[in-house]
């Protein structure tokens, strides 16, 4: 035994005396920098890996003697080094690489940089003449995000309204409302499918095809002059040095389907077009025209979630020219189990009046295909041309289950009579985006650098038989089913579809004046869109009432209809709306040393309009606005040194109204009515930032800033009286706001763990007139009139994200957790005191894991709302009605108004990349 132990230890000896390790860093050159992700490999042995967080990279357990080490980095020299492993020791290489690539912060007409890595987006930061945030792909990529909807809401300031599945939609930026944002596809705008308003929805854009995230928080003169919160691009995938190839795929499950079933309907079955589209407009319908295939419940046991995704691209012609092809698709399952309470919005001095609790469950299935091509071609080192293509195909389906419990004002729980109704909703969504834009960049004479882009873009929307049923149940005695009444159904169908033509052009020179450069730019733009919007609604009644005492309707099918509106229902939303945009600018640029200043001025011309085929009586059947805005700005930017910056901007920005908006329109919704403002005037809004900026290294930096913004005729959708008759949900102006706040963003990596923190706080005031209801001294019902502070629509006071980070180059892992705050806010405005909607705090968790394999293959799992988080709405006065309802607490000086659960969602996949060793 002693012998064979000696032995042991004698070989164990052996193997360390003839075994070492190299350990090693890479950095910039010129710089000193720190590079994260760098390619290290091993000739002798193929052995490779990535430098970490701190730059650094360790091969272990090798053999005493001499190694050569290849290091490449994006942008950078590929550098071979080589070194000596000592027996029984360690070998320490400091390799460090030269740039290739150009300042990012130079006007460049040929060579594409790359701008998927961290470094690329600090030194865009850096250098940019405004306030800008970017996310690179590569952090895209390591996330526990999809689409770029997820991804936004992870950076500083911002705030996401989400759909009714619980899934990120919209952005709010810096606590201004969507709509004071606009979104664009490398630097160009595109239209929205959305039926309602000009913004458009980000989880449509899968976040896998993004080169990078921008959002910019102020605009120079060059900018189209509707945005305050901010600006949203997406730079998409360009062509690659060379040959690649990368592929994914992964499949999960929405927590909510494990173990309950997936509640769908017969999509096949939808009629896409309704007999007033497909006989004439003057067509009286029969039940003929329709079917009850859809009404049929659909029970699915299997219900993952699956998303898939190939970009391939190369160059050609002695590399002039560069294609790039990436599509993706995604497939998901979502839900939410839902509580909501209708409120009459009637208030007295101290109570509002709840009297029916809505308890509702959503299955929704979202599928979704897009794709983009992207070529370029590079003539000369003057002139280069560029052609970008993407489409995007979105379906959406989605089953909505409320049983509606109705209490009298009499009610009395003794004896426990009450209504009990139940709705079942169909609702099916197809929209489309698709964009191509044509670019051309050259070097004229006198070296005067021109840019011209030609854009043809399309959106669509098609909501075809949305389909409402309504069964009624009287309860008495506390027994359900004395009777089941098919109490009535509709049928819907909502069509429109936006088209955009648009040409920009662009000329800027640069000048030196005692030494000092000065650089001239001037454009012009101008835009054509125009609008189709059709609208037609049935309605049907059960065939004798259709009443069955005792039971329920086991499917909806079974129930025989009539048709109650043969021609259909239209009005106001059957038209046709345009907008003309004619913008000119010019601004120029001073660099001097550490000194930067640019100043501008856009002028903006407006001509909007629609025409109405069926208008409401007394109405004109168009109406139009037509305006102009000079919209001045001006940056300035103090560099004490190369990694810091002190910026101060200005900008003055305008909010027009949306095509829907201005159309005085209604629609009779199920919770409440819904009105257009044919008044509705453009919001104008001066903007003020100040920020400081440090990058200690190429991926870190830490900013902190100020911002002030003045609205003048704000606008926000509120529940307000619309001609001292109707009470609904409309836009209206309300007129004087402040937003002002201040925040920091904060990214640090310490050896193989990183921190990404941005907090951001912002106070906003506006006061409004609101109604208030109160007994006087001889008990009688007063309508009184007082003015309320609040605070913006969908502003939050308090905005937090925070993510933890971890690479191992060693075995190739990658893992990070996130978490975002999001503070209280007021997502609905009512025109009665003390009665607007808020939205409770809330914090959610996700993460994410990589596991990188051999030959570029790696696994991947993503996990989204961890704690299963609710999105929760109240009103913060006391319900008279309280002890009626369980889920309202008696003693409580708020009313709950809805509470949503959506889910945990988890994603597992795969992940290949093939880059080519002569592309390194």
């Known amino acids: 035994m002693l012998k064979e132990f000696a032995l042991l230890s004698l070989l164990l000896l052996c193997s360390r005396v003839y075994s070492g390790n190299i350990k090693g860093v890479v950095r910039d050159a010129s710089t000193g920098d720190l590079l994260i992700g760098a390619t290290v490999m091993i000739v002798e042995n193929e052995k490779g890996m990535f430098s970490g967080f701190d730059g650094s990279f360790v091969f272990r357990n090798l053999q005493a003697g001499k190694y050569q080490i290849i290091c490449s980095y994006v942008s950078y020299q590929t550098q071979t080094v080589s070194t000596q492993v000592p027996a029984n020791g360690d070998a320490q290489v400091e390799i460090n690489l030269s740039s290739v690539s150009k300042d990012i912060s130079e006007v460049v007409v040929y060579g594409n940089s790359d701008l998927s890595t961290d470094k690329s987006a600090r030194a865009s930061e850096r250098n940019a003449m405004n306030v800008i945030n970017i996310v690179s792909a590569n952090m895209i990529e390591l996330s526990p995000d999809l689409n770029v909807a997820s991804v936004v809401q992870r950076m500083s ?130 039940m003929a ?326 208008p409401n009586a007394g109405e004109s059947p168009d109406g139009s606005q037509v305006y102009s805005d000079i919209l001045p700005s001006a940056q300035f930017k103090y560099s004490p040194n190369k990694k810091s910056n002190i910026r101060l901007t200005y900008f003055k920005s305008v909010n027009r109204p949306g095509f829907f908006e201005i159309v005085p329109y209604q629609i009779i919704n199920e919770d409440y009515d819904e009105f257009g403002n044919k008044n509705l005037k453009r919001a104008k809004i001066d903007n003020l930032d100040m920020r400081f900026e440090y990058f200690p290294k190429p991926t870190e930096q830490l900013m902190a800033g100020i911002f002030y913004k003045k609205l003048k005729d704000p606008i926000e959708f509120a529940f307000y009286t619309v001609n001292s008759r109707q009470w609904g949900y409309m836009p209206i102006n309300f007129g004087v706001a402040n937003n002002l706040g201040f925040e920091i963003d904060f990214i640090k990596y310490i050896r193989n763990v990183g921190f990404k923190i941005n907090y951001t706080y912002t106070y906003s005031a506006i006061t409004t007139s609101k109604i208030q209801y109160s007994y006087d001294e001889t008990n009688t019902l007063r309508r009184n009139s007082l003015d309320q502070i609040r605070p913006l629509a969908n502003q939050a006071n308090h905005v937090a994200n925070a993510t933890l980070m971890c690479r191992i180059p060693r075995i190739g892992f990658d893992g990070q957790i996130s978490s975002s705050y999001t503070g209280e806010k007021i997502t609905i405005v009512s025109q009665y005191y003390d009665s607007d909607y808020w939205q409770k705090p809330a914090w959610i968790f996700d993460a994410s894991a990589e596991q990188k394999l051999k030959s570029g293959l790696s696994i991947f799992i993503k996990v989204n709302n961890i704690l299963n988080a609710p999105q929760v709405l109240f009103v913060k006065t006391h319900n008279t009605y309280n002890d009626k309802f369980p889920m309202q607490n008696p003693q409580s000086n708020e009313t709950l108004i809805r509470e949503d659960f959506y889910g945990r969602v988890y994603l597992v996949g795969l992940r290949y990349k093939f880059i080519p060793k002569s592309n390194i």
């Open 157 to 286: 300031g911002v705030t996401m309204e989400k759909n009714s599945s619980g899934e990120p939609q919209y952005a709010i930026l810096r606590g201004m409302d969507k709509r004071y944002n606009y979104t664009l596809v490398n630097g160009i705008k595109i239209p929205s499918p959305d039926n309602k308003h000009r913004f458009v929805p980000l989880d449509i854009f899968p976040g896998e095809l993004l080169d990078r995230l921008e959002v910019t928080k102020s605009l120079t003169a060059d900018m189209e002059g509707d945005a305050s919160g901010g600006v949203i691009n997406m730079i998409m995938k360009d062509a690659p040095t060379g040959m690649s190839l990368q592929a994914n795929a992964a499949m999960g499950y929405n927590s909510r389907f494990i173990k309950n079933d997936f509640i769908g309907f017969n999509t096949d079955k939808i009629i896409m077009k309704s007999p007033r589209e497909v006989n004439g407009k003057t067509y009286a319908a029969t």
């Open 289 to 614: 025209d329709f079917n009850n295939q859809n009404g049929a419940l659909i029970s699915q046991s299997f219900s993952p979630n699956y998303t898939a995704g190939l970009s391939i691209g190369n160059r050609f012609l002695n590399r002039k020219l560069g294609v790039l092809f990436a599509t993706n698709i995604q497939n998901n399952y979502r839900g939410a189990n839902s509580t909501y309470f209708d409120d009459q919005m009637i208030q007295t001095d101290k109570y509002i009046r709840v009297t029916e609790q809505n308890d509702r469950i959503y299955f929704e299935n979202q599928k979704q295909y897009g794709f983009h091509i992207k070529m370029d071609y590079q003539f000369n080192a003057r002139n280069k041309i560029e052609m970008y293509t993407a489409y995007i195909d979105m379906q959406n389906f989605q089953v909505r289950q409320n049983t509606a419990t109705s209490f009298k004002l009499n009610y009395d729980p003794s004896v426990g009579n009450y209504d009990l109704s139940y709705q079942t909703r169909f609702r099916s969504i197809f929209q489309q985006v698709y964009t191509s834009t044509l670019q051309g960049k050259h070097l004229l004479w006198a070296d005067i650098n021109a840019q011209w882009s030609l854009v043809y873009s399309i959106a669509k929307n098609r909501m075809p038989e949305q389909t409402h049923i309504n069964i009624d149940n009287l309860v008495q005695n506390n027994v359900d089913n004395i009777y089941a009444d098919a109490d009535g159904s509709t049928r819907r169908w909502e069509h429109n579809s936006d088209r955009d033509y648009a040409g920009y052009l662009n000329f800027s020179k640069k000048f030196l004046i005692s030494d000092i450069p000065l650089n001239i730019k001037s454009g012009a733009l101008y835009r054509n869109k125009s609008r189709t919007n059709s609208y037609v609604n049935y309605r049907f009644k059960p065939v004798n009432g259709d009443q069955r005492y005792g039971l329920h309707y086991e499917t909806l099918d079974e129930i025989s209809w009539t048709l109650f509106t043969p021609s259909g229902s239209v009005g106001p939303l059957e038209y046709d709306a345009h907008e003309n945009i004619f913008s000119t600018y010019i601004m120029a640029s001073i660099e001097y040393e550490n000194l930067f200043f640019n100043a501008g001025i856009r002028d903006e011309f407006t001509d909007q309009g629609y025409y109405m085929h069926f």
